[in-house]
RNA sequence: GCCAGCGUAGCUCAGACGGCAGAGCAACUGAUUUGUAAUCAGUGGGUCGGGGGUUCGAUUCCCUUCGCUGGCUCCA
């Protein structure tokens, strides 16, 4: 007889005499309410299963419900165990290999004799729910690794043999239901009966273990809720993004198009499209004036001896464009800094005159693999709003400090929200263990410095040096790097960059690379999405459309619509023969912010009726009037 | 690059065992002069993504190529 103090927060302790004790029985002491909504618990700090048996005689105790971002995550495990289930019963000679839980959702990649296709997916979901009704509980058992390998050899499962050797455990759990078993840390759901709402989305391709040199497996996406009103919503959400898409958007307000006979990846800008890339263009190099930047411009293509001295050739190769000009080899930009290496290198330079700020709307090529590409997310040519600063090491800091303010500023403005990652050293990469340690200091010193919260992404550095990535959340929930602020300790000693200090010695000064929307073409994706296409008045590539009633009120409508012209409102007219109604659906469509309604009413008061995107009107002013607001509207970046 | 799906009029989509390719919207012409999300009528419009093959005959079947979409370790 063993004596268990358990206790759970906001409750009296409770001692349990008792040979053992599950986990479940603990709960049960406490009449925690909903305990059929209960999935698993926290044992002091750790996730277990109901079934459990508590092996500390003190436990703080603590139920994770399915509603829950936990309980949610372990009832999409579970999900996907009874899917796997699924699979094996419906195709015999399957092999199961991974299937964890992710955001919203969870997946089981499968080795099998031909690759699963969407309407296999009714099918599986028809037997998942046989699984679910039978009810079968999930069991725990500990087994120790050589075991679990001829278990799982025994049943031809290759790849779980290969997941246990790589392991390296002693022992590992496994975890069954009904007939199917599999290798499994868990927690689980304590029976199937309790997965209330799934469904199964797409099938997909995937490497073993992500590596395309190892087997390509078929893997099945579904997700799971709590409840089926929750799973109905976010599908619902899902295709209501769909319609936000500005690959479909995009075209429909006339902003670009692509086209098969151009090329893969590669953006045509239309009118308006173009106006909204002027937009962005001059805001941002306002801004970086405004900050102490220097324009500046550089070559599209570069002896490829400059590349071979920067080592773009030996480290990003497969992603260029080469070229050939009387017998010379030239490579198509990929970045912009050697341009601005020279820049800084074609004079003497003090100590006083840094930080040198070079600012460059750069359009650069990269091959991209082509089943990455993705509308306006990911292209081959796009213009990057880049900079580099060269500086002392001690401005560093300071440098990087203004840039990760500048970003905020930036995207205070487009409320969008953001995280920080910071990303050391990648496997082929140059450079000296000491400067990168420095540099990744001084990246995490300035985001320390500004109390900002950061998360650290191993390995996934530059090759020439650490970076801060800005990755934006778009409106499919899928995240974006826009603003990136990279350290590079290498460039400047490549190019043997120097100034000459105090001391009036030669110095070696840093160098940071940042851009802070990023790539405009991404960004303005992104943008397309975030505002469904509706923009701001002062992003709006044309911000007012002047609407006639009758072709009685045009000369008074041309007078408006030059007024407005004269005053750099991005205007249109429409003075077609057409009804009212028929023209405001048009811009409507079109999401223009302004329609200005000219009829009788307004000619005879010499004025306009505004009407605005969401369908409000305006009282009746004169067009001065309007262009005040209009104007303030754009002032405030509205 | 690899796996899967897709590609029919400017757009959204039908279609057929392999047997002359369809609708709505848009465009154009005319009528209409109109007050807050589609006025009416008529007309034109397609190498069914490109190339090759099978066939008497291919938009349909096969191969190939281009393009698009979803994915390609948020670690049992």
Redesign the pocket.
């Known amino acids: 007889m063993k004596t268990f103090s358990i206790h759970l927060k906001g409750k009296p302790p409770v001692q349990v005499q008792a040979e053992s004790l599950s986990v479940r029985e603990a709960l049960e002491r406490f009449e925690v309410g909903g305990l059929d909504r209960v999935v698993a618990a926290k044992v002091n700090g750790e996730q277990r299963d109901l079934s459990a048996e508590i092996a500390e005689e003190e436990a703080e105790i603590k139920p994770v419900y399915i509603q829950s971002e936990e309980g949610l995550h372990i009832l999409r495990h579970s999900t996907s165990h009874v899917m796997a289930m699924a699979v094996k019963e419906l195709f015999p000679g399957v092999k199961v290999t991974?299937?964890?839980a992710?955001?919203n959702a969870f997946y089981y990649d499968f080795d099998y004799e031909r690759?699963f296709?969407?309407d296999d997916l009714p099918a599986i979901e028809e037997k998942m729910k046989e699984i679910v009704n039978a009810d079968l509980p999930f069991s725990r058992k500990e087994i120790t690794s050589q075991e679990a390998i001829r278990f799982f050899r025994d049943q031809g499962e290759d790849y779980k043999v290969e997941?246990?050797q790589d392991?390296g455990?002693d022992r590992?759990?496994l975890y069954t239901q009904g007939g199917f078993t599999?290798?499994?840390?868990g927690p689980h759901i304590p029976s199937t009966g309790m997965i209330p709402a799934f469904h199964l989305t797409?099938?997909?391709?995937?490497?073993w273990?992500?590596?395309?040199k190892r087997p390509?497996l078929?893997?099945i996406y579904g997700t799971a809720f709590a409840d089926q009103k929750s799973l109905k919503k976010y599908l619902y959400r899902l295709e209501e993004a769909k319609k936000r898409n500005h690959?479909?958007l995009g075209p429909r307000l006339e902003l670009f198009s692509?086209h098969?006979e151009i090329?893969?990846?590669m953006i045509v800008w239309h009118p308006k499209g173009a106006m909204l890339r002027h937009i962005l263009e001059e805001f941002e190099i306002r801004e970086h004036l405004h900050r102490g930047y220097e324009l500046v411009k550089g070559p599209e293509i570069l002896k490829t001896e400059l590349w071979k001295k920067s080592g773009h050739f030996e480290n990003y190769r497969e992603n260029m464009y080469f070229t050939e000009i009387d017998k010379q080899s030239y490579g198509i930009k990929p970045m912009n800094c050697l341009a601005h290496m020279l820049i800084y290198a074609s004079k003497l330079r003090s100590y006083r005159d840094l930080p040198k700020r070079y600012f460059e709307l750069g359009t650069v090529h990269r091959h991209e693999?082509?089943?990455?590409?993705?509308?306006l997310f990911r292209v081959r040519e796009f213009t990057q709003d880049d900079a580099h600063i060269i500086c002392t090491p001690d401005q560093l800091n300071g440098e990087i400090k203004g840039v990760l303010n500048f970003v905020q500023e930036v995207m205070g403005i487009f409320a969008f929200p953001y995280d920080l990652e910071i990303s050391t050293r990648p496997e082929k990469s140059i450079g000296s263990d000491a400067d990168w340690e420095l540099a990744t200091q001084a990246l995490v010193q300035a985001m320390e410095d500004e109390g900002l919260a950061y998360e650290i992404n191993e390995g996934d550095g530059a090759f020439y040096g650490p970076k801060i990535d800005v990755k934006l959340n778009d409106a499919l929930g899928r995240k974006w790097q826009c603003a990136t602020i990279q350290c590079d300790f290498t460039l400047p000693e490549k190019f043997d960059l120097t100034y000459i200090g105090k001391d009036g010695d030669r110095h070696r000064p840093v160098m940071v690379h940042r851009v802070i929307l990023g790539a405009i073409e991404r960004f303005i994706g992104i943008l397309i999405e975030h505002y469904a296409g509706a923009f701001p008045t002062w992003l709006a590539p044309v911000q007012a459309v002047v609407l006639t009633?009758?072709?009685?009120n045009i000369t008074h409508a041309r007078e408006v619509y030059q007024a407005l012209l004269d005053a750099d409102i991005r205007v249109e007219a429409d003075f077609r023969?057409?009804?009212?109604?028929?023209k405001?659906?048009e811009a409507?469509?079109s999401k223009v912010p302004y329609?200005l309604?000219i009829?009788?009413?307004?000619c005879d008061n010499n004025g306009v009726?505004p009407?605005q995107r969401n369908?409000q009107?305006l009282s009746l002013m004169n067009a001065g009037g309007f262009i005040d607001l209009i104007r303030q509207e754009i002032q405030q970046r509205r």
């Open positions: 991974i299937g964890p992710i955001e690759p296709r969407e997941l246990i392991l455990a590992v759990s599999d290798l499994c840390r797409h099938v997909a391709g995937a490497y273990r992500g590596d395309e390509m078929s893997r690959v479909k692509t098969e090329g893969a990846g693999r082509s089943g990455v590409l993705n509308g009633v009758t072709d009685r023969n057409e009804k009212l109604g028929f405001i659906r409507q469509l329609m309604i009829g009788d009413r307004e009726t009407r369908g009107n």
